[in-house]
């Protein structure tokens, strides 16, 4: 993701960023959006220019339409009428033309067919392909299921749960999981401790910064839970400075809200 030091950005510079524009455009883009969502956290100050940059992309993104007064519209519409009177009349085409014209027409149509065809099966590779596709593991309400991420770290998946990565890791894909119910995670520690390279666990409302970790993480009607039991995890919350818990430390997320458990 982006190194950029957006943090000295002007509205009218975060508005001309291709990530930036980016999130604006296509809010449903997770990993994006998560990327702006911890910006965001980060610098609190920065909330008025954003805001800002967001309104200039989408006012630049739909440029108004002149309006045309009935004496211009009348205009046209007698251009048009004067040029249909104009034209010649259409005359029949012989018989071998209008067989090269049928012949032309359905050759064209298979070839669209094909491209269509074609675009369709390059879409699903993309999407589903040995190198760009996306894990997606759910349990039952009576099944607990021990699962290995691609940086050797582990998670247990409990009952009712859902769990979404990419099959594989690298420089350019973020280690993150999207995590919708309860798991246990063991998260092989990395000497890169940098942003970009923390191991990140997004819930609805939270995400969960690890470097070399175990912890616990239960969804529930009331709010999230995260229980730390060794290293060290941030949270992340919107609109809110990040929290740090220690070795033994649990905590409670509900409406963007967190309070300590016993």
Not at 45 to 50: M, P
Not at 102 to 111: A, K, M, P, Q, S
Not at 142 to 156: A, Y
Not at 173 to 191: C, E, M, Q, Y
């Amino acid at each position: 993701m982006s190194q950029k030091s957006y943090s000295v950005y002007s509205a009218e510079e975060l508005a001309l960023d291709d990530l930036f524009v980016r999130w604006v455009k296509y809010p449903n883009d997770e990993e994006v959006a998560s990327y702006w969502q911890i910006w965001l956290v980060n610098h609190p100050h920065q909330e008025e220019t954003v805001e800002i940059a967001c309104e200039l992309v989408r006012t630049g993104s739909h440029p108004a339409l002149p309006n045309l007064s009935s004496d211009e519209i009348s205009t046209v519409w007698g251009r048009i009428r004067e040029s249909l009177q104009t034209m010649e009349d259409v005359r029949p085409l012989q018989a071998d033309v209008r067989a090269v014209v049928g012949w032309w027409y359905f050759i064209r149509t298979v070839l669209a067919t094909l491209g269509v065809v074609l675009l369709i099966g390059w879409a699903l590779w993309m999407q589903y392909g040995p190198n760009q596709s996306v894990w997606s593991i759910s349990t039952y309400a009576d099944q607990t299921r021990q699962i290995r991420l691609p940086d050797n770290s582990s998670m247990t998946l409990y009952p009712n749960s859902t769990v979404r990565y990419a099959r594989r890791w690298n420089d350019e894909t973020p280690r993150a999981v999207w995590l919708k119910g309860g798991a246990d995670f063991s998260i092989t520690h990395r000497n890169d401790t940098s942003s970009a390279r923390l191991f990140r666990v997004h819930t609805a409302g939270l995400t969960i910064e690890a470097v070399g970790t175990t912890f616990q993480v239960r969804q529930r009607l009331k709010g999230t839970c995260v229980a730390l039991t060794s290293g060290q995890v941030n949270l992340l919350l919107k609109h809110q400075n990040p929290i740090h818990l220690k070795p033994g430390d649990s905590i409670e997320v509900a409406t963007g809200s967190a309070k300590s458990l016993p």
